[in-house]
């Protein structure tokens, strides 16, 4: 039971791992073919985009989750 577990959780990673290389390299190569101008609201919009995702996300689990 213990080897299920572990593989599991190194199966987890690797998916983690692959997922976060594959999005760099999706920005590192496919970046300069965005022609977004450079300004604050943007940026601002991509530091806060993730955060606001997840949030949203927790709280909706939230409402459909009662015990």
């Known amino acids: ?5 572990w593989s599991a ?3 987890f990673i690797l ?3 692959v ?3 594959l999005l760099s390299v ?11 101008p450079p300004s604050s609201m943007l940026a601002l919009g991509v ?3 993730p955060s606001t995702v ?6 909706w689990r ?3 989750y009662s015990p």
């Open 9 to 11: 959780t190194v199966n």
């Open 47 to 49: 530091v806060l985009f």
């Open 1 to 5: 039971m213990a080897l299920c577990k």
């Open 19 to 21: 997922g976060s290389l």
């Open 62 to 64: 939230t409402q459909t």
């Open 26 to 36: 999706a920005i590192k190569y496919g970046g300069p073919f965005l022609h977004l």
């Open 54 to 59: 997840m949030a949203i996300a927790l709280w």
């Open 15 to 17: 998916k983690v791992f």
